[in-house]
Structures are given as C-alpha cells and as structure tokens.
C-alpha cells in the first residue's frame, strides 16, 4: 500500500488495507524488509495537491508496473478522481498487460474507493486458484460494479473504520470529507465534493471503541473539520460541539485535530480548546501572511485573524505546539508580499512551517492568474521559511526541556529506544528503566523530556515515567 499525501488518506489507506486482511490477504509492510515484487496486489492512494505530488504518483506506478511484472495494480485517491485518462496511459506506456494480454492496472477514482473494499470482500467469496487469475477476476468485477458512467452525486461519503493499525500506531478517526469553500488555488475540493460530516453518535462509538481497546489518542480529520456539522438528537453540532459531545461521552482518551482553519476558530471552540485531553498541537491552515495574496486565494481573513487566533491559543494552553501551512511563490506575490509573510511566521513564532512552492492546478482560478513568480524564486522562499521552521522547532524543543509530558508510543525498540509522539507534538526517542514493561504502540504514558536530538530523527530524548493506565 503507497499512500501520497494528507492524513486523510493515511486513514482511508488503513481502511482498505484493514479490508483486504479481512478478505484473507496478508498485507506486506516494506519496513520488514518485504520486497514489493512478492504482493499479489499493490494499492496506489494518490494525491493532487501539488503537481509534484502527481509526479511522484506517476514514478511510483512505473516502478510497480516496471518490477512487479506478475502484480495487479490498483489507483485511486484524489489524482485517480480528476485524471482516469492520464493514470490509465501509463498502462499503455509501461506495457501492463499480463501475460494472457490482460490488464493489470486499474484506476478506481477517490469517489469510488468503497469499490476497493467491496473488491475485497467480493475476493473472500470467490475460490483463487492461483496468481494468474487475479487480472481477469479483478477486470470482470470491475466491469460489473465500477462502470465508467459512476458520478459522484450517486455515492454515500465513504466512512470506513479502519481495524487494526497496518502502518501508523496513532488511532484516526475521519469526522469530516469534502469542502464548500472556494480557495482559487486548491483542487481537492473538486476531487472530494461538498463538505459532510459523519453522525455524531457514530463518531463517539468509534471513539469509545478506541478507547475500550486502550489506546491513548485519537486524530479527528477531514479535508475541513471546521466546517463539520452533525445531528445529535434535535441538536446541530459544530467543531466545537462535536468535542464537547465526545469529551463528555468518554472517560480520558485524548483528542488531537488535525488542522484548523484562521477564519473558523470562533469562541466557542476556542473555550472547548482549554480542555487538557484535547492535544496542546494545533495547526493553522494560514497559506500566506499578506493581505492582498490572501484574497487572490479566496482566503476569507486577513494576517490580524491569524495572529489574534494564535495568541488565543497561547492564553488558553501552556506553550502550546504551533504550526501552519505556507504557499510560496503565488501568482502575484511580490517580494514585500513574501516578506509580509515571513514576518508574520517570526512574530508569532511557529514551532513548524509547512512551506512548499505554489504550483498551477488544472480546473482552478489561480491555473490562469498573472503574473506567474518563477520556481526558482518560490524555492527560494520556501528555503528561507525552513530555516525560520527549524530554529523554532529548535527553540520550541529547548522551552521543554526538563518538563514532564504525556506521549502516545508508537513503535518498538530502535537501539534502545522506542518512539513516541508527546502530547505537545514532539517526536520523540523514549527509554525505560531496565526490566521495566514498554507501552505496546498506541499506549499513553508520561515521560521527562531530558535532552535534545539533532539528528533528524527526532526531536529529543525522554525518559519514561510511568503509564497513564494500567491498559499497557
């Protein structure tokens, strides 16, 4: 399974490959040193934020088709949904016929990707023989249940549970899909849809489930969790309702948000936000610091919403983990428009910058807008805002150095070590006292952040404490 971008799709990954174990499939993990020609069938998750992340899509189905000559190769995610036609070339490129001529890559738009699971289900049904067969089961399925006339409107958002934890050891739970705003440069609005919201009740019986299970943390994501609004009973839930409702509906599995938007962070959410099992991490999608580049995206806010949004948080939570989303090198942005932004990243401080260079989406406003700032001046800018990105996640690491925290573990040993992410978003290598039982991955326990790590891999080394439960 090679899943591009977002945590979005991380979760819906985990959903598909969490399917295909329940139809008898063994679901191979690169990290155990498995080689991918060995799978019978591998699972693209694409992405189309960026241009470079369609490209990489691209590389990685011609490797497949090029070094798994016997594997079914099966595309979907957002790139699936707003380019079929460009996917299915590559078929005809990198010659992806079986040695019985038929096909062996199959492009499943994002909207349809309930057809991934019911594929599963419907192989668990069906008596395989051998390898050979795959090509021709999967094309008359396809066939059958696919079909090229399929819209969206026609499809129920895909709210799968993912079971089981094949590649990540944080619990996520999908709240929200789709978006109803307008931003000129974004296209995964057109890959997704409108905005929906999962039902309350549903979201907190995962969540209990979760909980039940033991572990520490659950992620609440969506294209816009901002925009999420539910039914509870003859109550209409906002974000802010929908934790209120979960925080009341558990005992003290903590919640982290995914991202949040500067314009949707009203009163009541940020009074909501006080509450310490809500994660001190928050990430606001800002894209730009200058007021004229914000409205040629069709941003509905100006840099003062976001610098009062994160000095709300500030008065709320103890030093809490800021970070933000950055484009660079929008049509239009000139260098005082640039600096406006990098001034409004210092000022307030981020402990991380997600900067990456602006890049033409097909079927947006921002695809035709001038004048067009050159990839080599982006790039330079997104240059310059890494380093402001690493100095404050340096100083933001050194603030904490000495203070106790509650982490979630989330994977074995690694020289010594296990690795966990604490409540305040910093990675982190964690030992334990000799003989003393490690959290199983997922598990929350409290450490002592004790010393910087600077090699990359983490952001510092800690020392675990104890266990919050006697779930471990």
Same mark, same amino acid.
């Given at each position: 399974?090679?899943?591009?971008? @977002? ?5 819906? /990954? ?15 993990? #690169? ?24 490209? !990489?899509?691209?590389?990685?189905? #011609? ?16 790139? %699936? ?25 199959? $492009?499943?738009?994002? *909207? ?23 090509? /021709?089961? $999967?094309? =008359?399925?396809?066939? !059958? ?19 089981? /934890? ?19 440069? @974004? ?37 816009? $969790? ?7 009973? !003859?109550?209409?839930?906002?974000? %802010? ?14 919640? #982290?948000? =995914? *991202? ?19 994660? *001190? ?88 807008? !001038?004048?067009?700032? =050159? ?56 030992t334990s006292a000799p003989g003393e039982e490690r959290p199983l991955p997922g598990r929350a326990f409290t450490c002592r952040i004790d010393t910087p790590e600077n090699s990359g891999e983490a952001d510092a080394v800690g020392e675990m404490l104890k266990f919050r439960n006697s779930l471990n």
């Open positions: 399974m090679y899943t591009l971008g @977002c945590k979005l799709n991380q979760l819906e /990954s985990e959903a598909l490959a969490g399917a295909f174990a329940a139809a008898g499939f063994r679901v191979l993990s #690169r990290s155990e040193g498995t080689r991918e020609e060995a799978a019978d069938i591998a699972a693209v998750n694409t992405c189309t934020v960026t241009g470079k992340a369609e490209q !990489k899509a691209r590389r990685v189905i #011609r490797k497949l088709l090029r070094d798994c000559p016997s594997s079914c190769v099966l595309v979907t995610g957002c790139y %699936a949904e707003l380019d079929r036609k460009e996917l299915e070339r590559l078929a005809v490129e990198n010659g992806a016929l079986s040695k019985t001529g038929e096909r062996r890559l199959f $492009i499943i738009p994002g *909207s349809r990707k309930r057809v991934l699971q019911a594929l599963a289900a419907f192989f668990a049904s069906t008596r395989l023989e051998n390898r050979q067969e795959l090509p /021709s089961l $999967i094309q =008359s399925w396809m066939d !059958k249940h696919e079909g090229n006339r399929e819209t969206r409107d026609q499809d129920e958002p895909d709210w799968s549970n993912p079971q089981g /934890s094949f590649f990540r050891s944080r619990a996520f739970i999908k709240i929200q899909d789709g978006c109803d705003k307008h931003c000129t440069f @974004c296209r995964v609005r057109l890959a997704r849809g409108r905005s929906v919201s999962l039902e309350a009740g549903e979201a907190l019986v995962r969540l209990r489930d979760l909980e039940a299970r033991g572990l520490g943390e659950a992620v609440l994501t969506g294209v816009n $969790i901002g925009l999420y609004r539910a039914d509870a009973g !003859k109550t209409e839930l906002n974000m %802010a309702g929908l934790l209120k409702f979960l925080l009341e509906g558990t005992a003290g599995i903590a919640l #982290r948000l =995914s *991202s949040l938007e500067p314009d949707e962070m009203a009163e009541d959410l940020f009074e909501i936000l006080r509450s310490t099992r809500i994660r *001190s991490h928050f990430h606001i999608s800002v894209q730009s610091g200058s007021a004229a580049i914000l409205k040629r995206m069709g941003r509905n806010y100006g840099p003062e919403t976001v610098e009062a949004a994160a000095a709300r948080l500030r008065e709320l939570r103890d030093d809490p983990f800021l970070a933000c989303d950055i484009i660079t090198g929008f049509p239009g942005e000139e260098e005082r428009d640039f600096e406006e932004t990098f001034e409004l990243c210092r000022r307030i401080g981020f402990a991380w910058i997600h900067a990456f260079p602006y890049s033409p989406r097909p079927g947006t406003a921002a695809a035709s807008m !001038k004048p067009v700032v =050159s990839e080599r001046e982006a790039g330079k800018r997104v240059t310059a805002l890494m380093e402001l990105a690493r100095q404050g996640r340096a100083a933001y690491v050194q603030r904490w150095l000495g203070r106790s925290v509650e982490a979630v573990c989330e994977s074995g040993e690694d020289s010594g070590f296990f690795r966990a992410v604490s409540e305040n978003y910093l990675r982190l290598l964690c």
